[in-house]
């Protein structure tokens, strides 16, 4: 499994960016690419093309889909 995530060009700058320790604990399986609108990056629409693609965000509802 391969992690893409997706940010804005301002998040780099961040003390805060959660990017680059993802990156820096899971190496080659895991980059940040910088998502523009308007013009997104080959690689996402390839992988979404092949659909393999999951897409994942936070939020506050609770998910209940692991539980027993």
């Given at each position: 499994m391969?992690?893409?995530?997706?940010?804005h060009q301002r998040e780099l700058s961040?003390?805060?960016?959660t990017g680059v320790l993802v990156?820096?604990?899971?190496?080659?399986?895991?980059?940040?690419?910088?998502?523009?609108?308007?013009n997104p990056s080959?690689?996402?629409l390839t992988a979404i093309e092949k659909g393999k693609v999951a897409l994942l965000y936070p939020t506050d509802v609770k998910c209940t889909c692991f539980s027993k």
């Open positions: 391969n992690i893409i995530l997706l940010t961040k003390k805060t960016n990156t820096d604990v899971l190496e080659e399986s895991a980059k940040v690419i910088i998502w523009e609108r308007t080959p690689d996402i």
